[in-house]
Every structure is written in structure tokens, then in C-alpha cells.
């Protein structure tokens, strides 16, 4: 298919970028109880997007597909997280920086029957701060009678109110309409590079030292960017010159401008770490070695392994670890992450720069992993060795034989074995530790699929 060709093309012409094309992302943005969800559920045309007017309520899902007359697109749900009063503030203005930097457009959701909150002005100030369109939906607007209420909304600054009614259905055909005259045919934020510098996340949780690292990398201290309200915060990513050659550093804009959170804060964190992840082919998880290892840390690790990206651990902050701090460290290391024990580790400092050169050496280790291709002749001949080796246990007088396996794909290499029964969870670990003490792998998950013939 598209994708494909594109691939072909890139191979041939190793110095071009080429975009695998994505759909384009539209965020929605408001204070809780505006309509949001029930506004999402009407444009996807299901109950998907569940309604909910509990406080502090956290929605599992944040990427739905739409589609309007025949065209397709992204939308983000990005006020999952529905704070109590005080969290007000902090919560939407998270939600309209993220909307910002992921997005191709934002929907601005403001309740018509009650007017613009002081709230509502202060997202307002910083939707205006961005070059990226932003849509005004006057929600709430059930009969023509209050359409004046909407009106009311041109105070606001943002151009036309879009009264709909998200409920009802009424403006809504009208509001998409519109959203597509402003939405690109295809994504600027979301598309996937191919060929050009490599795409690197950085990811941990607050303060683990992600900006220090970032402006050591850089080769200078820049000023961190703490205020919200009136930065055009356009670029995403960063290139940065490392080791003689460029690396794209995906998503800089959330490590350098973040909002304090009190609340909901995992929740945004999370929001984050996904969509740097969609966009890198490997994450350099940061961990601060001054602090015991935290379910947080061991979240994001996850995340990385269910995206399948290549994987490199730093432990950050080195230069304040004694002798008990580091026994206990590599304690928790090997208690919490002997899963991930493939990964290449540094020890690092951002302050003092300690071992900092080794991060490049790691980060190309962990994608060369991540690119390995097997030849099938080779994988097979190690599969005959391995099972002459070690067979697999008899199974009620039975003996699943593995026929044939192959490499269905890299990034991450994923194997396929056709069998003639079902391998024990067992077995296949015993495979997937051989694959890995002969071809290293370091930095990469792997997956070792089965497809049972009978
Ligand atoms: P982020 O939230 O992950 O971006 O973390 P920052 O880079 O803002 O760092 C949080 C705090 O840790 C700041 O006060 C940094 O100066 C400090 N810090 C970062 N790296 C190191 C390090 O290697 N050693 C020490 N001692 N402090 C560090």
C-alpha cells in the first residue's frame, strides 16, 4: 500500500526524508461539565466516549477515529482527566498546551448558558498565542432562542461561536463542516519521518532531570520556559547535533514547557509519553537514582514496551548516590527491571556531564537491535539447533514441533513460528532468552509469535 511505497522510496534514496502520511489530529479543549465527551460521542456517532460529571475522573480512552463526509481524522479527547474546582485552572490550561503542540486544530468547547468563566479567558489567551486554528463551539445551544448566548462568544476573541448542541445534534453537521476547511488533508504533527535523523523520546517523570539532560545535549543552558500564557510554542521537536551526526529529539515542547500539576497530573503525563512514543523509534527513560524507583517509573518503561520502541535506560543524578543509595539501587534494579535487563543502561549526570558521551553510543545500539533483520536460512538452522538441543516436553503422549519460523518484520523483530501444536509459555521463553543470547538484541523488545498448523 501508500506506506509502502514510501518505505521503497526511502531505501532507495538514503539521504531524502519522506513523511508516511497521517490523519490529521483535531484536540478538544474545555472546563469539565462543557459538553466535551457528549460532543465527542456525537461527532464518532457512538456512546463510546462515556459521560461523566464525577470530579477527578479519569476517561481510559483519548485517540478516536472520525469521519465526516468521507473524511477521516484524529480526534483527541484531551480533558480525560476532570478535576474538582481548584484544579480548574491548572487542568484546562494542560489540556490546551497539549492540544496546542499535539494537534493540527483545536475545538474550543464554552457552555453558551453560562457565558466565558474566567477560565475559559485564560485558555483563550493561550489558544491565541498559537498559530494553529482554533474552533470556538458555543455548546448548549438546544432552541434558537439561544442563539444570542452564543452570540455573546465573539467577546471571547476567537472569531465566529459555533453554536451547536452536542446533546441534540443541533449545529453540530454545520461545526465539522467547518472543522474540515481548517484541518489539513494530512497530519503536519503526527506523520512519521522516514529516512531522516533518528527519532529519540525522552521520557521520566517530573523532575528526574529530562530539561537538564536536554540542555546538556544541546550544549547549552537554555532557559526553561515555565509561563503559559503568551509563547508562540510552535516547534515540537528539537534537532540536535550529537555525536557527529543529527538526532530528533520528538516532543522537547512538553519537556520544556510543562504546567504544574497538582492534580491529574499521570494522567497528562500519560497523554504525553503516547504520543512521544507514536512519534520516536526509541525512548531514553530517565530515571533519578537519588529517589527510589517508583511505580511511575515502572509505568513508563511499559509504555515503552507496548509501543514495541527500542529502549535505553539512563539513571540520572549520579553524581548525589553513596554507597548505601547504590546498593540499594541496584537492588531495585534488579528487582523491578529484570524484565527489561536487555536494556543498555548509563549512569549518568546532567549536571556535571559524567558519562554523558556514552548516551549516543547506546541509543545507536539499541536501533541497530531494533533494525536486525535475520535471514530466514540462518533463523532456521538455529531453530533445528535449539530444539536438537532442548525439545520441547512431551504433551499428553505429544510433541509440538515447530515446521518452519521466520522474521515477519523488524522494528521490533517479530518472529513467527508455525508450529504443529501450541508451545508452552515455557518453551517459548526458552526461545526468546536463545535469540537473545545469540543475536544480542540489546535495546529492542522482541516478539516471538506462534501460528499452529494442525
Ligand atoms: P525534568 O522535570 O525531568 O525536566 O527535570 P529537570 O531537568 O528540570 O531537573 C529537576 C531538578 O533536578 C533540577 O533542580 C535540576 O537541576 C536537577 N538535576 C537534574 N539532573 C541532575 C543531576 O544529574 N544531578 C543533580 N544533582 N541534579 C540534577
Known sequence: DEDLEVLDAASEDPDAIYYLPALPVLAIVGRPNVGKSALVNRIIGRREAVVEDTPGVTRDRVNYK???????????????????????????AAQAEIAIDLADAVLFVVDATVGPTSTDEHVVRMLRATKKPVILVANKVDDIHQESDAAALWSLGLGQPWPASAVHGRGVADLLDHVLTVLPEISTVAKE???????????????????????????????????????????????????????????????????????????????RTSAALEKAEVAVVIFDVSQA????????????????RALVLAFNKWDLLDDERRDLLEREIDKDLSHVAWAPRVNISAKTGRHMEKLVPALELALESWDTRVPTGKFNALLAELTQEHPHPLRGGKQPRILFGTQASSRPPTFVLFTTGFLDPQYRRFITRRLREIFGFEGTPIQVNMRVRE
Open 193 to 271: 519521518e522516514v529516512g531522516g535523523p533518528r527519532r529519540v523520546a525522552i521520557l521520566g517523570r517530573p523532575n528526574v532531570g529530562k530539561s537538564s539532560l536536554l540542555n546538556k545535549t544541546a550544549g547549552e543552558e537554555r532557559v526553561v520556559v515555565n509561563e503559559l500564557a503568551g509563547t508562540t510554542r510552535d516547534p515540537v521537536d528539537e534537532q540536535i547535533e550529537l555525536g557527529g551526526k543529527f538526532w530528533r529529539f520528538v516532543d522537547t515542547a512538553g519537556i520544556r514547557r510543562r504546567v504544574a500539576l497538582a492534580q491529574g497530573a499521570d494522567f497528562y503525563a500519560t497523554l
Open 66 to 92: 472520525a469521519e465526516w463526509t468521507n473524511r477521516h481524522f484524529t480526534i483527541v479527547d484531551t480533558g480525560g482527566w476532570e478535576p474538582d474546582a481548584k484544579g480548574i485552572d491548572a487542568s484546562v
Open 293 to 308: 524507583l517508583s511505580v511511575q517509573d515502572l509505568k513508563i518503561v511499559d509504555l515503552v514496551l507496548e509501543s514495541g
